[in-house]
């Protein structure tokens, strides 16, 4: 294993089901052969998922990274952040010692990455609404690891086999996405996600598809301004940089074109006119790429789901996907 990636991969609430998919995606053979392990999270919470999921799997907690690579075989290597109760990780009810805890999963997953020490970081979800209650006030893991990071140049990208898909906004109250469409925000995502798909595809091209804000690409205007005042000019500019880009294109057929190939990457305007199709392809499988970070960032494409918390039934296909995408993009 001395040539393998090390990742780690952070727990993310511990009240939902980000324990028992981490269990079930480590007892994975080809998991084991892609890459070096290291779960940053709780051991009590752990444990629980290893009884909820059944697993023959045990922890081995490590004092420092290079020790994931001495763990016994069919152990998996916990780094300890916190020691949580019984009453702090009660399925379905986040709790403020938990979002805290999750707020230094994060934090130190990120430093073990910038420092070298990991070749990558995979997330498990959160509950936002803990770690705000925590004091820890940021809209999502995206905006949280640009700042850990020290940038303000990164896109939100989620993707799958059929379809990659990145936002020029990100978590936004939709009253607000207009004012924040600007030349500049909408020229910055299609760079950034250009070089992503272009690591992500091989290809040193991609075309990318660019989405009208507004019904119709706005109907010259009838239906809103931002296309013919920004968006637009902004697709002008990345062609004159030479990146090969389509758009304004009305979001209500692009996709029925991206998801048959047709483009190699997209980019949304806001949250849902993106992630609400993708998701329609990918629910299972598709991985979230924090891209323009100076460090290797995906992440499971979902919530906590409460409502299967300490069940067992949560899919891991997801973080198979993420684990197996950061393994790549880290190599």
């Not at 007892?27 to 051991?43: M, S, T, Y």
């Not at 939100?156 to 469409?181: C, F, N, Y």
């Not at 006119?273 to 995906?298: A, C, E, S, W, Y």
């Amino acid at each position: 294993m001395p040539n393998l990636p090390v990742i780690a991969i952070t727990m993310g609430d511990p009240c939902g089901i980000g324990p028992e998919i981490i269990i079930k995606a480590l007892q994975r053979p080809e998991i084991v052969a892609l890459c070096v392990p290291v779960v940053i999270g709780d051991r009590l919470a752990l444990e629980r998922a290893v009884a909820v999921c059944a697993s023959s799997q045990k922890i081995q907690e490590i004092i420092t990274v290079e020790d994931a690579r001495k763990a016994e075989k069919q152990c998996i290597p916990l780094l300890a952040l916190s020691r949580l109760t019984e009453a702090d990780i009660t399925y379905g009810a986040p709790s403020v010692a938990a979002g805290d805890a999750v707020y230094r999963y994060i934090c130190h997953a990120a430093h073990l990455c910038l420092d070298g020490h990991v070749s990558a970081m995979v997330t498990a979800p959160i509950s936002k609404e803990a770690m705000h209650q925590a004091g820890h006030d940021y809209p999502g893991h995206t905006e949280l690891l640009a700042a850990l990071c020290g940038t303000d140049d990164f896109v939100m990208m989620l993707a799958g086999d059929l379809l990659r898909v990145s936002l020029v906004t990100i978590h936004e109250a939709l009253a607000d996405v207009p004012r924040l469409i600007t030349f500049e925000q909408v020229l910055k995502t299609i760079r950034i996600t250009a070089e992503g798909v272009s690591r992500l595809t091989g290809k040193k091209a991609p075309k990318l598809a660019v989405l009208a804000l507004n019904p119709h690409c706005g109907e010259a205007g009838k239906f809103g301004m931002e296309e013919t005042e920004f968006i637009e000019p902004a697709v002008e500019a990345a062609r004159r940089e030479g990146y090969t880009v389509e758009g304004p294109l009305s979001a209500d057929t692009l996709f029925h074109f991206a998801q048959q190939g047709g483009y190699d990457g997209v980019v949304a305007m806001y949250h849902d006119q993106g992630l609400i199709p993708l998701k329609m392809l990918h629910f299972d499988d598709g991985v979230n790429i924090t891209l323009g970070l100076p460090i290797v960032r995906t992440s499971v494409d979902h919530g906590t789901a409460y409502n299967l918390a300490g069940t067992g039934k949560a899919s891991e296909k997801s973080l198979l996907a993420a684990i197996r995408m950061a393994a790549g993009m880290a190599g």
